[in-house]
């Protein structure tokens, strides 16, 4: 009888940690099984003491995964996730064809929709299913092939597939500042209120640090004005309500229809500005490479 199962640490202490691992959080993983922080901490310190590893450095009351964690937590994470995306085809909840992709709101809506018919057009024999979030990675309620977020944001024991570049500039209602006054200069951008999304924790990049970015001076007492999202924020841009940062992958197209214009020349370029994952399944979905060949191409 194959008894390769018999050294395993029991599943109370693996649940625990995969939920850590992929959340790197302690508090956040015992809120998602229903624990006491310190139910999920006292697991994975005996997790630690069985194998005789540390898998988390503790740090000023943050946890991050040790190499020894990721590795573990990558493996963890996919017999896990393998066990989940078999259970959600068994209870109807995804085809067994279906190759799903996370992506992050802002470019599931401006980036992502627009293209996706080429994606159709050159792989049709696929069935894709998008899911779209305002939350990190680590918040995924359920199974994924390939996911799309800004860098920086926490992704858990995900796999990182490649990197994409960005570039971050104030766009407007191009009402707001007339033809006759662009470009204006950094420091006049305090004439105006600057709409911002406010996060926690805050992974965008905001409006102090894009004008550290530009090489100006934050202008003194700014008018700011708060929004929980950046689709939000940039719906109030093109109603003239005041000026946005935008990122050009998702402004981009409003910005082609006249909704939007760049009051400044001015930008930061952001090299590594978007991540994209692969899902730490070890049974990957046959089209997997498909779709990240794709998204390399039009992220390019």
Not at 8 to 23: G, N, Q
Not at 169 to 183: D, G, H, I, K, S
């Amino acid at each position: 009888m194959d008894n390769s199962t018999s050294n395993l640490p029991p599943l109370s202490r693996l649940k625990p940690f995969e939920a850590a691992a992929r959340c790197e959080s302690f508090s956040l993983a015992a809120e998602e099984l229903g624990l006491t922080q310190t139910a999920v901490s006292k697991q994975i310190a005996l997790l630690e003491a069985e194998l005789g590893l540390a898998l988390f450095e503790r740090r000023n009351r943050a946890v991050f995964l040790t190499e020894d964690g990721r590795r573990l937590g990558q493996v963890v994470g996919s017999a896990l996730s393998e066990i989940a995306a078999e259970i959600a085809i068994l209870r109807g909840n995804r085809r067994g064809g279906e190759l799903v992709l996370h992506c992050q709101l802002c470019e599931a809506f401006y980036w992502l929709m627009p293209r996706l018919s080429r994606f159709h057009q050159q792989n049709p024999g696929i069935e894709l299913r998008v899911v779209s979030a305002q939350k990190p990675l680590t918040h995924a309620s359920g199974v994924f092939d390939v996911a799309i977020q800004t860098s920086g944001r926490a992704s858990g024991s995900a796999r990182l597939a490649f990197t994409a570049a960005d570039e971050v500039f104030p766009v407007c209602a191009p009402t707001l500042v007339e033809q006759a006054n662009r470009p204006v200069e950094p420091a006049s951008l305090v004439s105006y209120p600057l709409l911002t999304h406010v996060v926690v924790p805050q992974d965008w990049m905001t409006w102090p640090e894009w004008f550290k970015g530009v090489g100006a001076s934050m202008p003194v007492k700014p008018r700011f004005v708060e929004f929980d999202s950046y689709p939000l924020a940039l719906q109030a841009a093109v109603a003239g309500q005041g000026i946005a940062l935008g990122w050009r992958r998702t402004t981009e197209g409003m910005i082609s229809e006249g909704k939007l214009v760049r009051p400044c020349a001015q930008f930061v370029s952001r090299p590594t500005e978007i991540s994209v994952y692969r899902a730490t399944g070890r049974d990957e979905h046959k089209s997997t490479e498909r779709l990240l060949g794709w998204l390399e191409n039009e992220l390019t």
